[in-house]
Protein backbone atom coordinates (compact mmCIF):
# COMPACT_ATOMS: atom_id res chain seq x y z
CA UNK A 1 0.00 0.00 0.00
CA UNK A 2 1.53 3.51 -0.92
CA UNK A 3 2.20 6.32 1.71
CA UNK A 4 -1.10 8.24 1.74
CA UNK A 5 0.93 11.55 3.53
CA UNK A 6 4.13 13.07 2.44
CA UNK A 7 6.22 15.14 4.77
CA UNK A 8 9.68 16.99 4.81
CA UNK A 9 11.59 17.32 8.27
CA UNK A 10 14.39 19.57 8.65
CA UNK A 11 16.93 18.17 11.87
CA UNK A 12 18.77 21.82 13.16
CA UNK A 13 21.26 20.05 15.29
CA UNK A 14 22.91 22.19 18.06
CA UNK A 15 26.78 21.17 17.59
CA UNK A 16 28.57 24.17 19.52
CA UNK A 17 30.93 24.01 22.15
CA UNK A 18 28.02 22.70 24.60
CA UNK A 19 27.44 20.02 22.96
CA UNK A 20 30.85 18.41 24.17
CA UNK A 21 29.57 18.32 27.70
CA UNK A 22 29.19 14.21 28.77
CA UNK A 23 25.83 14.70 30.83
CA UNK A 24 24.41 12.56 27.68
CA UNK A 25 26.33 9.40 26.87
CA UNK A 26 29.34 9.41 25.17
CA UNK A 27 28.71 13.04 24.63
CA UNK A 28 25.33 15.13 24.45
CA UNK A 29 26.66 15.33 20.36
CA UNK A 30 26.98 11.59 19.53
CA UNK A 31 23.64 11.30 22.04
CA UNK A 32 21.89 13.52 19.24
CA UNK A 33 23.17 11.53 15.92
CA UNK A 34 22.34 8.43 17.36
CA UNK A 35 18.21 9.66 18.61
CA UNK A 36 18.12 11.62 14.77
CA UNK A 37 19.09 7.95 13.17
CA UNK A 38 16.37 6.30 15.56
CA UNK A 39 13.99 8.52 14.12
CA UNK A 40 14.57 8.13 10.67
CA UNK A 41 14.81 4.36 11.11
CA UNK A 42 11.42 4.23 13.24
CA UNK A 43 9.53 6.36 10.67
CA UNK A 44 10.83 3.84 7.73
CA UNK A 45 8.98 1.11 9.33
CA UNK A 46 5.65 3.31 9.51
CA UNK A 47 5.99 4.33 5.47
CA UNK A 48 2.83 2.38 4.55
CA UNK A 49 1.39 5.79 6.26
CA UNK A 50 3.45 8.49 5.70
CA UNK A 51 6.57 9.35 3.53
CA UNK A 52 9.57 11.36 5.38
CA UNK A 53 12.28 13.29 3.14
CA UNK A 54 14.56 14.56 5.16
CA UNK A 55 17.55 17.07 5.52
CA UNK A 56 20.17 18.50 8.03
CA UNK A 57 21.42 21.69 8.86
CA UNK A 58 23.84 22.29 11.62
CA UNK A 59 24.65 24.80 13.81
CA UNK A 60 28.17 25.26 15.28
CA UNK A 61 31.38 26.15 14.02
CA UNK A 62 29.77 26.86 10.70
CA UNK A 63 26.06 27.65 9.88
CA UNK A 64 25.78 24.78 7.02
CA UNK A 65 23.26 22.52 4.98
CA UNK A 66 24.69 19.09 5.55
CA UNK A 67 21.73 17.10 3.33
CA UNK A 68 18.65 19.22 1.92
CA UNK A 69 15.52 17.33 0.52
CA UNK A 70 16.42 16.87 -2.90
CA UNK A 71 19.66 14.37 -1.53
CA UNK A 72 17.16 12.01 -0.44
CA UNK A 73 19.45 10.92 2.16
CA UNK A 74 18.37 7.95 4.42
CA UNK A 75 19.53 6.20 7.63
CA UNK A 76 23.12 5.37 6.09
CA UNK A 77 23.42 8.95 4.15
CA UNK A 78 22.92 10.57 8.08
CA UNK A 79 25.43 8.62 9.92
CA UNK A 80 28.30 9.24 7.16
CA UNK A 81 27.64 12.69 7.31
CA UNK A 82 27.32 13.30 11.16
CA UNK A 83 30.84 11.52 11.19
CA UNK A 84 32.37 14.53 10.12
CA UNK A 85 30.70 16.59 12.78
CA UNK A 86 32.65 17.80 15.89
CA UNK A 87 31.46 20.50 18.68
CA UNK A 88 32.62 24.06 18.60
CA UNK A 89 31.62 27.89 17.98
CA UNK A 90 28.37 29.27 19.16
CA UNK A 91 24.75 28.01 19.32
CA UNK A 92 23.23 30.61 16.93
CA UNK A 93 19.77 28.55 16.46
CA UNK A 94 18.32 31.84 14.66
CA UNK A 95 20.23 31.42 12.08
CA UNK A 96 20.26 27.59 11.84
CA UNK A 97 16.48 28.55 11.44
CA UNK A 98 16.93 30.55 8.85
CA UNK A 99 18.58 28.43 6.83
CA UNK A 100 15.99 25.01 7.69
CA UNK A 101 12.94 27.08 6.83
CA UNK A 102 14.76 28.39 3.08
CA UNK A 103 14.49 24.43 2.18
CA UNK A 104 11.26 24.20 3.17
CA UNK A 105 10.73 27.13 0.97
CA UNK A 106 12.08 25.86 -2.46
CA UNK A 107 10.16 22.64 -1.93
CA UNK A 108 7.00 24.79 -1.27
CA UNK A 109 8.11 26.67 -4.84
CA UNK A 110 8.68 23.19 -6.71
CA UNK A 111 5.45 21.17 -5.26
CA UNK A 112 3.71 22.18 -1.91
CA UNK A 113 2.45 19.02 -1.50
CA UNK A 114 4.47 17.78 1.37
CA UNK A 115 3.91 18.92 5.32
CA UNK A 116 6.47 20.90 6.60
CA UNK A 117 8.36 20.25 9.94
CA UNK A 118 11.76 21.43 11.49
CA UNK A 119 12.78 19.32 14.83
CA UNK A 120 15.84 21.11 16.88
CA UNK A 121 17.80 19.59 19.24
CA UNK A 122 19.87 21.28 21.78
CA UNK A 123 20.54 22.60 25.35
CA UNK A 124 18.89 25.66 24.78
CA UNK A 125 22.01 27.75 25.45
CA UNK A 126 21.07 30.21 22.28
CA UNK A 127 23.81 32.51 21.02
CA UNK A 128 22.23 35.73 19.72
CA UNK A 129 22.47 36.90 16.27
CA UNK A 130 23.25 40.00 14.47
CA UNK A 131 20.62 39.02 11.35
CA UNK A 132 17.59 37.28 12.96
CA UNK A 133 16.21 36.34 16.58
CA UNK A 134 14.74 33.15 17.29
CA UNK A 135 11.36 34.90 17.49
CA UNK A 136 10.92 36.49 14.30
CA UNK A 137 11.80 33.18 12.57
CA UNK A 138 9.13 31.05 14.35
CA UNK A 139 6.98 33.73 13.13
CA UNK A 140 8.06 33.07 9.60
CA UNK A 141 7.80 29.51 10.35
CA UNK A 142 4.38 29.69 11.56
CA UNK A 143 3.29 31.86 8.83
CA UNK A 144 4.67 29.24 6.17
CA UNK A 145 2.84 26.49 8.36
CA UNK A 146 5.80 25.01 9.67
CA UNK A 147 5.76 23.09 12.38
CA UNK A 148 8.62 24.07 14.92
CA UNK A 149 9.59 20.70 17.62
CA UNK A 150 12.44 21.49 20.14
CA UNK A 151 14.42 19.19 22.27
CA UNK A 152 15.90 20.30 24.98
CA UNK A 153 19.01 18.43 26.27
CA UNK A 154 21.00 18.13 29.00
CA UNK A 155 20.45 18.97 32.88
CA UNK A 156 20.78 22.71 32.77
CA UNK A 157 17.94 25.07 32.81
CA UNK A 158 17.64 26.92 29.53
CA UNK A 159 14.63 26.30 28.12
CA UNK A 160 12.63 29.50 27.53
CA UNK A 161 13.66 30.21 24.18
CA UNK A 162 12.82 26.58 22.59
CA UNK A 163 9.67 26.31 24.32
CA UNK A 164 8.54 29.70 22.66
CA UNK A 165 9.90 28.46 19.23
CA UNK A 166 7.70 25.38 19.67
CA UNK A 167 3.92 27.21 21.23
CA UNK A 168 4.51 29.88 18.58
CA UNK A 169 4.64 27.66 15.78
CA UNK A 170 2.11 24.74 17.12
CA UNK A 171 4.97 22.64 17.49
CA UNK A 172 5.50 20.41 20.58
CA UNK A 173 8.63 20.93 23.47
CA UNK A 174 10.29 18.09 24.68
CA UNK A 175 12.93 17.61 27.70
CA UNK A 176 15.37 14.94 27.77
CA UNK A 177 18.24 14.77 30.59
CA UNK A 178 19.01 10.81 29.68
CA UNK A 179 20.04 8.61 26.67
CA UNK A 180 17.23 6.87 27.03
CA UNK A 181 14.67 10.04 27.39
CA UNK A 182 15.78 11.31 24.68
CA UNK A 183 15.54 8.34 22.41
CA UNK A 184 11.55 7.82 23.86
CA UNK A 185 11.39 11.93 22.86
CA UNK A 186 12.66 11.18 19.05
CA UNK A 187 10.22 8.12 19.10
CA UNK A 188 7.32 9.80 20.15
CA UNK A 189 7.96 13.08 17.44
CA UNK A 190 8.49 9.87 14.96
CA UNK A 191 4.95 8.95 15.92
CA UNK A 192 3.42 11.75 15.13
CA UNK A 193 2.69 12.41 11.44
CA UNK A 194 0.49 14.84 10.11
CA UNK A 195 -2.96 14.02 9.57
CA UNK A 196 -5.13 14.45 6.03
CA UNK A 197 -7.21 16.87 7.55
CA UNK A 198 -4.09 19.36 8.65
CA UNK A 199 -5.31 22.73 7.22
CA UNK A 200 -2.76 25.94 6.48
CA UNK A 201 -2.55 28.65 9.23
CA UNK A 202 -4.91 31.73 7.89
CA UNK A 203 -1.53 33.99 6.74
CA UNK A 204 -0.44 31.22 4.75
CA UNK A 205 -1.65 32.92 1.33
CA UNK A 206 -0.03 35.82 2.40
CA UNK A 207 3.26 33.89 2.76
CA UNK A 208 2.99 32.60 -0.45
CA UNK A 209 2.63 35.67 -2.07
CA UNK A 210 5.88 36.80 -0.40
CA UNK A 211 7.63 33.51 -1.34
CA UNK A 212 6.76 33.19 -4.85
CA UNK A 213 9.17 33.52 -8.15
CA UNK A 214 8.01 36.47 -10.55
CA UNK A 215 7.57 35.02 -14.01
CA UNK A 216 10.51 36.17 -16.62
CA UNK A 217 10.78 38.89 -19.63
CA UNK A 218 12.08 38.09 -22.74
CA UNK A 219 14.86 40.26 -21.90
CA UNK A 220 15.36 38.67 -17.85
CA UNK A 221 15.58 35.34 -19.52
CA UNK A 222 19.49 34.84 -20.07
CA UNK A 223 20.55 33.73 -23.88
CA UNK A 224 21.77 30.40 -22.85
CA UNK A 225 17.99 29.87 -21.02
CA UNK A 226 16.36 30.81 -23.86
CA UNK A 227 18.58 28.72 -26.51
CA UNK A 228 17.80 25.46 -24.38
CA UNK A 229 14.23 26.05 -23.55
CA UNK A 230 13.39 26.80 -27.73
CA UNK A 231 15.54 23.39 -28.76
CA UNK A 232 13.39 21.75 -25.78
CA UNK A 233 10.00 22.88 -27.02
CA UNK A 234 11.24 23.60 -30.62
CA UNK A 235 12.02 27.15 -32.18
CA UNK A 236 8.64 27.79 -33.44
CA UNK A 237 6.93 27.00 -30.56
CA UNK A 238 9.71 29.04 -28.35
CA UNK A 239 7.36 32.19 -28.57
CA UNK A 240 3.68 30.85 -27.92
CA UNK A 241 2.01 31.03 -25.04
CA UNK A 242 1.39 27.13 -22.50
CA UNK A 243 -2.32 28.00 -22.19
CA UNK A 244 -4.33 29.09 -25.59
CA UNK A 245 -1.24 28.01 -27.78
CA UNK A 246 -1.16 31.42 -29.62
CA UNK A 247 1.34 34.31 -30.21
CA UNK A 248 -0.89 36.81 -30.22
CA UNK A 249 -2.95 37.67 -26.78
CA UNK A 250 -6.16 37.10 -27.04
CA UNK A 251 -7.34 40.14 -25.02
CA UNK A 252 -4.72 42.78 -25.80
CA UNK A 253 -3.47 41.41 -29.03
CA UNK A 254 -0.30 42.52 -28.48
CA UNK A 255 2.65 39.95 -30.08
CA UNK A 256 4.21 37.43 -27.18
CA UNK A 257 7.21 39.61 -27.21
CA UNK A 258 5.42 42.38 -25.67
CA UNK A 259 2.73 40.34 -23.25
CA UNK A 260 4.04 37.19 -22.84
CA UNK A 261 6.30 35.98 -19.42
CA UNK A 262 8.49 32.72 -18.79
CA UNK A 263 8.00 30.53 -15.73
CA UNK A 264 11.57 30.89 -14.30
CA UNK A 265 11.83 26.97 -13.66
CA UNK A 266 10.81 25.55 -16.73
CA UNK A 267 10.78 27.94 -19.16
CA UNK A 268 7.37 27.87 -20.67
CA UNK A 269 5.88 31.13 -21.94
CA UNK A 270 1.96 32.68 -20.99
CA UNK A 271 0.60 35.62 -21.67
CA UNK A 272 0.14 37.39 -18.88
CA UNK A 273 -3.97 37.70 -19.00
CA UNK A 274 -3.99 33.46 -19.77
CA UNK A 275 -2.29 32.92 -16.57
CA UNK A 276 -4.15 35.30 -14.66
CA UNK A 277 -7.22 34.02 -15.57
CA UNK A 278 -5.99 30.72 -15.23
CA UNK A 279 -5.12 31.54 -11.61
CA UNK A 280 -8.98 32.86 -11.43
CA UNK A 281 -10.37 29.61 -12.66
CA UNK A 282 -8.74 27.71 -10.08
CA UNK A 283 -10.40 30.52 -7.38
CA UNK A 284 -6.86 31.96 -6.54
CA UNK A 285 -5.03 35.01 -6.63
CA UNK A 286 -1.79 36.49 -7.22
CA UNK A 287 0.47 33.93 -7.24
CA UNK A 288 -0.40 30.10 -9.45
CA UNK A 289 1.69 27.76 -9.74
CA UNK A 290 2.90 26.94 -13.74
CA UNK A 291 0.78 24.82 -15.54
CA UNK A 292 3.49 22.82 -16.51
CA UNK A 293 5.72 21.92 -13.94
CA UNK A 294 3.75 23.19 -10.98
CA UNK A 295 6.31 25.89 -9.90
CA UNK A 296 5.49 28.92 -7.51
CA UNK A 297 4.89 32.30 -9.39
CA UNK A 298 3.88 35.14 -8.58
CA UNK A 299 1.44 37.32 -10.89
CA UNK A 300 2.15 41.17 -10.92
CA UNK A 301 -0.10 43.06 -9.62
CA UNK A 302 -0.56 45.51 -12.56
CA UNK A 303 -2.26 42.61 -14.81
CA UNK A 304 -4.95 42.48 -12.48
CA UNK A 305 -5.73 45.83 -12.70
CA UNK A 306 -5.47 46.11 -16.20
CA UNK A 307 -8.45 43.20 -16.38
CA UNK A 308 -10.42 45.39 -14.34
CA UNK A 309 -10.27 48.42 -16.30
CA UNK A 310 -10.53 46.59 -19.40
CA UNK A 311 -13.80 45.35 -17.68
CA UNK A 312 -14.81 48.61 -16.90
CA UNK A 313 -14.08 49.85 -19.99
CA UNK A 314 -16.20 47.17 -21.49
CA UNK A 315 -19.26 47.71 -19.39
CA UNK A 316 -18.94 51.64 -20.09
CA UNK A 317 -19.85 50.77 -23.60
CA UNK A 318 -22.08 48.39 -23.19
CA UNK A 319 -19.99 44.68 -24.18
CA UNK A 320 -20.30 41.91 -22.61
CA UNK A 321 -16.87 41.59 -20.65
CA UNK A 322 -17.32 37.20 -21.00
CA UNK A 323 -16.80 37.39 -24.92
CA UNK A 324 -13.70 37.14 -25.61
CA UNK A 325 -12.57 36.72 -29.16
CA UNK A 326 -9.87 34.08 -29.98
CA UNK A 327 -8.14 33.44 -33.63
CA UNK A 328 -9.30 29.93 -34.25
CA UNK A 329 -7.60 27.11 -36.46
CA UNK A 330 -9.57 24.79 -38.83
CA UNK A 331 -8.75 21.56 -38.56
CA UNK A 332 -9.21 17.99 -40.39
CA UNK A 333 -9.14 14.43 -38.20
CA UNK A 334 -6.88 11.84 -40.76
CA UNK A 335 -4.62 9.63 -39.46
CA UNK A 336 -0.81 10.61 -39.09
CA UNK A 337 1.08 7.60 -41.38
CA UNK A 338 -1.18 8.05 -44.17
CA UNK A 339 0.57 11.89 -44.07
CA UNK A 340 3.64 10.43 -44.29
CA UNK A 341 6.64 9.48 -42.51
CA UNK A 342 7.70 12.53 -41.55
CA UNK A 343 4.63 13.33 -39.75
CA UNK A 344 4.50 10.31 -37.65
CA UNK A 345 6.06 11.45 -33.63
CA UNK A 346 5.92 15.15 -34.92
CA UNK A 347 4.09 17.36 -32.55
CA UNK A 348 1.26 19.38 -33.40
CA UNK A 349 2.00 23.13 -33.87
CA UNK A 350 -0.92 24.49 -31.85
CA UNK A 351 -0.97 22.37 -28.72
CA UNK A 352 2.59 20.27 -28.74
CA UNK A 353 1.09 17.05 -28.28
CA UNK A 354 3.14 13.82 -30.04
CA UNK A 355 1.19 12.13 -33.32
CA UNK A 356 0.93 8.53 -32.89
CA UNK A 357 0.84 6.35 -35.86
Known amino acids: MAASQFENICFVLDASRSSARADLEPTRLDACKNSVLEFIRHRKSMEQDVQTFYALVVVG ?187 RDPVKKLDFSLSGRYCPSCGTGFHLHCINEWAESHGIHHVVRCPHCFYLLKIPVEIQQTVLLHEEFKKDHGEDTHQVQIEGYKVKRTIAKNLGEIVVYSSCPVCNNIFAE
Open 61 to 247: REIKTLLSFGDYPTAETFEKEMENIYPGGPSNIAEGMGLAIKLHIEDIRISGTRTPKIVIIGDGHITESEHTTPDKMAKIASGLGIKIDTVKIGGLNHVQTLQEIAQVTQGKFFEAAKNSELLETMEKIASDYPGISSGKPKQFSKMLEKIAVPLKSDAEMKQESQEIVARIRNKNTYNKCGICFHI
